[in-house]
């Protein structure tokens, strides 16, 4: 057979073929289409370092209406466990803890330790929350984690991000932390920032104590 011949050949195949293949791709494309709509639409969310209870669908303190408002619409879990965590190791710093354990064990802090002087136990006992329907106040809340530092007294929030400038919330009204009202109550936040550096020193001495 001449090659001439042969080109003719394969030439006319594809033009008769193509109508099948155009078919063949389409009904692949239509089923694939097809399997797409019959799977449910999920949208997973990963969120570091939150609570089961933070999120305001689950009764959290914490405004989150995109994630109420999906939660509405979708499925939510209420029993889920992750056995990699990092509680353990949090937990023994946790504020309210010690004083918490002492009161429930009807235990004693110690004055001293080997000679000196024992510091108080951080926090406040949440027994009497636990015996009824109750909160329990605190004076105030000191941060300090890689360079992030903040403090909480009252509704008033002060907060920086490393050496970023301090900014100030009112937690009354903004739980969410998103108006910063640091240039309309310089007073507040030059007090704040006393107090924050005032425990700072405090706890700096403590943890550098031989």
């Avoid at 550096?197 to 405090?202: F, I, N, P, R």
């Amino acid at each position: 057979m001449q090659l001439n011949s042969v080109v003719s050949l394969l030439v006319l195949a594809r033009q008769r073929l193509r109508p099948v293949l155009g078919l063949l791709l389409g009904l692949a494309f239509t089923g694939v289409a097809a399997e797409a709509r019959s799977k449910p639409n999920l949208l997973v969310i990963v969120a570091d370092d939150m609570g089961f209870s933070d999120l305001g669908c689950y009764g959290g303190e914490i405004r989150t209406p995109n994630l109420d408002r999906l939660a509405r619409n979708g499925l939510r879990f209420t029993q889920f466990y992750n056995t990699a965590r990092c509680w353990p190791s949090r937990a023994s710093i946790l504020t309210d803890l010690v004083p918490t354990i002492l009161e429930l064990a009807g235990g004693k802090w110690p004055d001293t330790f080997a000679g000196r002087p024992v510091p108080p136990p951080p926090g406040r006992s949440l027994a009497p929350a636990f015996a009824k329907d109750a909160s329990v106040t605190h004076d105030y809340f000191w941060w300090y984690h890689d360079g992030s530092r903040a403090i909480r007294v009252g509704d008033w929030k002060l907060v920086a991000d490393h050496e970023s400038a301090w900014e100030l919330y009112d937690l009354r009204c903004d739980r969410a932390e998103s108006n910063n009202l640091a240039a309309d109550h310089p007073d507040n936040v030059k007090q704040l920032e006393a107090q924050w550096v005032q425990h700072t020193e405090e706890f700096r001495s403590l943890s550098t104590r031989p």
